[in-house]
Nanobody
Framework: QVQLVESGGGLVQPGGSLRLSCAASGETLDYYAIGWFRQAPEKEREGISCMASDEITTRYVESVKGRFTISRDNVKNIMYLQMNNLKPEDTAVYYC????????????????WGQGTQVTVSS
């Protein structure tokens, strides 16, 4: 069992940055793929980024490429999502998740989830 706790959400102006953190406990993240999802109001939850257990293979949804960066610290057992040049359409609840592989970043491929953290981009 892996427990995940997110932090770092908040209100930011367009063009600003935030870094989300997700602390894991219960098991080491070493052998897991890590992912970030988000759910905007009245929309389905979507996978936006994933990093495989090899710490080399990464995937990003087109809408965040070049602006968001996923990373992990297996010593501290924490995963991160650095979000730059934020846009109002990035407003959503953001979730971290872990699973065996990134695949196509479907929810069903991830076994453990954080509780979510709100990110609001507004002037």
């Amino acid at each position: 069992q892996v427990q995940l706790v997110e932090s770092g959400g908040g209100l930011v102006q367009p063009g600003g940055s935030l870094r989300l953190s997700c602390a894991a406990s219960g098991e080491t993240l070493d052998y897991y793929a890590i992912g970030w999802f988000r759910q905007a109001p009245e929309k389905e939850r979507e996978g936006i980024s994933c990093m495989a257990s090899d710490e080399i293979t990464t995937r990003y949804v087109e809408s965040v490429k070049g602006r968001f960066t996923i990373s992990r610290d297996n010593v501290k057992n924490i995963m991160y999502l650095q979000m730059n040049n934020l846009k109002p359409e990035d407003t959503a609840v953001y979730y971290c998740a872990v699973g065996l592989r990134c695949g196509l970043m479907y929810e069903s491929q991830f076994d453990y989830w954080g509780q979510g953290t709100q990110v609001t981009v507004s002037s």
